[in-house]
């Protein structure tokens, strides 16, 4: 039968489907508009079948927030081609929109929300069949609080991040704690936030790092002393270099070796344990600095902490929540 160009349209404005995939649907369906729908989501389904095993590493990543509430979703896919293309990003705000309508709490409800004749998780199957590429819904985050915020950096649809603050607060104050969020990447708003876990694998390897610089160091200093060269002495293939070009013996390599290992062993069996405490609790507390987001420098204003640039604004003005995704590996 022949199908025409309003058809075509209406069902393309149903489906989001190209063109010719809509002609063939409405074609095979003998123009019945629900038979053709199936015959587009069936497609997507095998196409979402096909590539199940595909990796998606593209996708539009958005965030948006409605005052108290915000959110951000990604919509991966495999080519950045797909990624940029009008259509897909569409989807990914409607899909984004539905999510902060109903307040959705995790993922699967967000698939689970009506969305055109199906579901979203069958608009996501629908979009695999237009586009040829495996499509699927991850990063879904958000917060909540008396103030919140949002940013996408270079609106690039790559990175978002999403905060809440426990008063109202001035835009350009919380634009630029997104930022802080974006370029630093913390893992959580203070010490308390850390979990206890990540602390102490800290310390343990702040412990094992401080006590290997001690030995060292007290190597290095009996290798001087004795008169040696400290490159030569670093490992056995410096030794072996030095043997060939004639800087040092045989026995004197052996020298250095015995050196090594007795003052090591010497050391390490006398090393002051409150000075290793103090040293690794210092080293602990720069990590804090690092990826505790009110500890960490401005990057606005680095002279200031991002707690002091807070404080500034409003002397109880502090953050609640925070998110951050990107697509990028980092």
């Not at 905060?163 to 708003?189: G, R, S, T, Y």
């Not at 200031?304 to 990107?326: G, P, S």
Request: charged share 30%.
């Amino acid at each position: 039968m022949a199908v025409s160009m309003a058809d075509i349209t209406k069902l393309r404005k149903m489906t989001g489907a190209g063109m010719m995939d809509c002609k063939n649907a409405l074609t095979e369906s003998e123009g019945d508009f629900d038979k053709a729908v199936e015959i587009i989501r069936k497609k997507g389904q095998a196409v979402a079948a096909k590539r199940s095993d595909r990796e998606t590493s593209e996708g539009c990543v958005l965030a948006k927030s409605t005052g108290d509430y915000a959110a951000m979703i990604a919509l991966k896919c495999e080519t950045d081609f797909v990624a940029k293309n009008a259509d897909f990003v569409a989807l990914t705000q409607a899909i984004l929109d539905a999510a902060i309508a109903n307040k959705c709490q995790n993922l699967d409800e967000v698939k689970a929300l009506p969305m055109g004749s199906g579901t979203i998780a069958d608009a996501i199957v629908e979009r695999s069949g237009i586009t040829g590429e495996k499509t699927e819904l991850d990063g879904y985050f958000f917060v909540s609080g008396a103030c919140t915020a949002v940013y996408n950096h270079q609106n690039k649809n790559q990175l978002c991040t999403i905060v809440a603050f426990n008063k109202p607060c001035a835009d350009q104050v919380a634009h630029e704690i997104c930022m802080q969020i974006a370029a630093m990447n913390p893992i959580a708003i203070d010490e308390a936030g850390v979990p206890e876990s990540v602390k102490e694998n800290e310390i343990n390897v702040a412990i094992e790092k401080t006590k290997a610089e001690q030995v060292q160091k007290a190597v290095e200093a009996a290798l001087k002393k004795a008169g040696f060269n400290l490159y030569i002495a670093e490992n056995e293939e410096h030794l072996n270099e030095g043997i060939m070009k004639g800087s040092i013996t045989e026995a004197q390599a052996d020298e250095i070796r015995k050196i090594k290992e007795t003052v090591a062993a010497e050391k390490s069996a006398n090393l002051p344990e409150q000075m290793i405490q103090n040293i690794a609790k210092g080293r602990l507390g720069k990590f804090f600095k690092e990826v505790c987001l009110l500890n960490q420098e401005s990057i606005m204003d680095p002279k200031k902490t991002v707690a002091e640039v807070l404080k500034a604004a409003d002397a109880e003005l502090t953050v609640t929540d925070f998110k951050r995704f990107t697509l990028r590996a980092e």
